[in-house]
């Protein structure tokens, strides 16, 4: 495969560039010839299981990262082409617990697992994933070892303060912020560590690399928080406002509801989303409408969704996102001027640009 970031001859145009590129494309190869080989079980329900979401595809953003900053060192070693493997293994299984957690009906174009195989194969296809990451993660030594730990325990918490939600002493923002830190930064973050960790690279990057990596993740899911209001169905495999309409936390809504206490059409497009929750929830718990019922209702989401797309709070989602890269970015400056520096400046403006 190749790289999915904007990663191309036209942003490297020098032969130093060009073989760069090719070596991180190469890198990405083996990693996925060997993701398939990874996700083998000795038993056909489970191949079909955790295969599934990987099958759908997916931009392989950890992995593509850890290989841009092993060209600080030694490149795709056997230790860079395993973490990444493992960083990516453990990444799709969060995803089939996440969309247990979330009831989300679809992933990467499809539906999500549990609507094929119900929430306890979901929950178990992401455990074997788990498990198979761990066993990676066991040959690359402690400190590996130490780092899975590290970063499982910061993915379960973050799940668990999403779920809780914040306190009546917490800023919900900054909760909200925070949620994104331990469930999207730190496994992105882990990624860039391993870039150092298993390349040769001089540790004295893996402070530098890390921030970038947390500022970054955090950054990406911003931007999929705007992403979901997208009326461009053929771009991210998902109905407008999947998120919205399931009642998942959004920056978007977070930013609405603060400005609904002093705005009388914030309050307004706040109380029409509520009210649209609340009754896509009691659809799934009762009796199904008629045709003509659900038509008219889907014209009113899709009316609110445009509403919200075209709101302000939309367009300071997208500039806080850019705010973290800004910082992601700014981590960078005790990495040495080239290819790699270059790189990772390129990757943090494809993650905010991107549509999809």
């Known amino acids: 495969m190749k790289t999915s970031l904007g990663l191309g001859e036209r942003l490297f145009a020098s032969p130093t560039e060009r073989r760069f590129v090719a070596a991180v494309d190469a890198g990405l190869d083996q990693v996925e010839e060997g993701l398939l080989r990874e996700i083998s079980f000795a038993d056909d329900l489970a191949d079909a299981t955790t295969r599934y979401l ?33 960083t990516e293994i453990t990444h799709l299984a969060s995803l089939y617990h996440d969309d247990v957690m979330d009831e ?25 994933l788990f498990a198979r990451a761990s066993s990676i993660v066991s040959g690359l030594g402690q400190e590996a070892i130490l780092l899975q730990a590290e970063t499982f325990e910061r993915l379960c918490l973050g799940q668990l303060h999403e779920t809780i939600g914040p306190s009546e002493s917490d800023d919900p923002i900054a909760h909200y912020l ?49 992403i979901d209001l997208s009326d461009q169905a053929d771009e991210t495999g998902k109905k407008a406002g999947t998120d919205l309409r399931a009642g998942v936390v959004t920056l978007p809504v977070l930013y609405l509801r603060r400005e609904a206490q002093t705005d009388v059409e914030a309050a307004a497009l706040l109380a029409d989303i509520d009210r649209i929750v609340e009754a896509s929830r009691e659809d799934a718990d009762g009796p199904e409408g008629t045709a003509l019922d659900a038509e008219s209702a889907d014209a009113e989401f899709a009316d609110v969704v445009r509403r919200l797309r075209e ?46």
């Not at 989300?104 to 074997?128: E, F, H, T, Y």
């Not at 298993?198 to 004295?204: I, K, V």
């Open 178 to 226: 925070d949620v994104l830190a331990d469930k999207t930064g730190s496994l992105i973050s882990t990624a860039a560590r391993a870039g150092i960790m298993f390349s040769g690279a001089s540790r004295d990057y893996l402070g530098p690399v890390a921030e970038f990596g947390e500022k970054i993740g955090i950054a990406f899911q911003l931007v999929d928080d705007v």
């Open 54 to 86: 990987f099958a759908a595809g997916g931009k392989r953003v950890r992995p593509t990262l850890t290989l841009l900053i092993s060209q600080l060192g030694d490149g795709a070693t056997p230790g860079i082409i395993a973490s990444a493997q493992a």
């Open 311 to 356: 709101h302000d709070v939309t367009r300071r989602t997208r500039a806080e996102a850019h705010r973290w890269a800004n910082e992601a970015l700014a981590a960078l400056d005790a990495l040495p001027s080239g290819s790699v520096k270059k790189a990772l400046t390129r990757f943090a403006d494809q993650v905010v640009e991107r549509t999809a």
């Open 104 to 128: 989300a009906q679809m992933r990467r174009g499809v539906p999500s697992a549990q609507n094929v195989w119900g929430n306890s194969v979901a929950i178990l296809a992401g455990d074997l």
